[in-house]
């Protein structure tokens, strides 16, 4: 059966009127329906567009196909008419191929129907999660406000085991939540209420592709100059090739001076734990020339302790001194820093588009 004849074979001429806010459907020709039976009448005979392509969500298609996606048909309805909820029947190459269940269709409207499973194709995913990427917004006296994203990227991988003539997969794909955003929109994806539905094409002569999804979310968070996230973000913006000459011109102090700030408090650290083991080691020798003071035989060791303990005195009073030093000049940085940053209001610029998300394959056409 070709699809002239079964287009001939289910056609009814029917002439449609609204009454009521009803529609209301006259038959011109005569259907004969034999006592005690019942028969299916087409009230709609009209050809619209669809295709045979194959879909995969996650979970595959059920028990032991885990990873094979469906053969499924997609059409749009374009007549005037909603199409209701039902089976439908597939015809390929003048036979029939199986049979699907459809939702309701509105007008102008598309469907997809799976009818079989596809076990010559398998759909395999990898996720990461990361929040580690942040974005200086502005800067107002000493205040960051950035923005920080929670990124979640999936790469879909799919792979056929004989087949090399090309192919698209649509992979139905789960929102990471209500307020993630995709970063870059895959070409060709559609928007479904709680998923997308992102092609992955494999070329012909190949027998896999891969696509990379990621979707972030954006929160605001605020941070003192002084937090150690906060250098790290002067420091991108400095770098950022559409930072306007004036703003450079002001910014560039400042990141320099809290640099030096930073590299002191590095020190500063450094020093304090190094008194800090110079004062155990001291209380240690006191402890054990307490142990002796009394012992007439021990005379040697004593001299040997009390050298040892003013050595730790002298050398932990020399790292006393380069801490105040440090400080002294921490803190001659820091009003320093802090006039540079009393008028400051500066807003940080656009950020470039993302790159492409990375794919195998070209855009689906």
Do not use: C
Request: aromatic residues 4%; without cysteine; hydrophobic residues 35%.
């Amino acid at each position: 059966m070709d699809f002239d004849s079964l287009r001939q074979s289910t056609l009814a001429q029917t002439r449609a009127t609204t009454v009521s806010g009803l529609t209301r459907f006259d038959i011109a020709n005569r259907v004969t329906v034999p006592d005690g039976t019942s028969t299916m009448v087409a009230i709609v005979n009209q050809a619209v567009i669809g295709e045979e392509t194959f879909m995969f969500r996650p979970g595959g298609a059920g028990v032991g196909y885990e990873s094979n996606p469906y053969r499924v048909i997609r059409f749009r309805n374009t007549t005037p008419f909603v199409l209701e909820s039902g089976p439908i029947s597939i015809y390929a190459g003048g036979s029939f191929v199986g049979e699907g269940i459809s939702e309701t269709v509105g007008t102008n409207t598309s469907a997809t129907v799976p009818f079989a499973v596809e076990t010559g194709m398998m759909v395999t995913s990898t996720q990461k999660h990361d929040n580690d990427e942040m974005h200086l917004l502005r800067i107002v006296r000493g205040v960051l406000e950035a923005e920080n994203f929670s990124r979640t990227t999936t790469e879909w991988t799919v792979k056929a085991q004989t087949r090399r003539d090309g192919f698209t997969m649509l992979v139905r794909h789960p929102k990471a939540g209500p307020n993630y955003q995709l970063a870059q929109r895959p070409p060709g994806t559609e928007d479904l209420p709680d998923a997308y539905l992102i092609p992955v094409t494999v070329p012909p002569g190949k027998a896999e592709a891969s696509l990379t999804v990621v979707e972030q979310t954006p929160s605001r968070v605020s941070l003192s100059i002084w937090e150690p996230r906060a250098t790290g973000l002067l420091e991108k913006l400095l770098l950022a090739t559409n930072l306007g000459a004036d703003a450079r011109r002001r910014l560039e102090p400042i990141v320099r001076l809290r640099q030096e700030i930073g590299r002191i408090d590095t020190q500063i650290e450094g020093l304090k734990e190094q008194r800090q083991s110079l004062d155990q080691r001291a209380q240690e020798t006191r402890e054990n020339l307490n142990a002796i003071k009394k012992d007439p035989a021990a005379t040697a060791l004593r001299k040997r302790l009390s050298d040892r303990l003013e050595q730790f005195t002298k050398e932990g009073d020399s790292v006393g001194r380069d801490i105040v030093d440090l400080q002294s000049r921490r803190m001659e940085k820091k009003i320093e820093l802090e006039d540079l940053l009393q008028n400051l209001d500066l807003t940080a610029p656009a950020q470039p588009p993302a790159p492409a998300a990375p794919a195998s394959v070209p855009p689906a056409k």
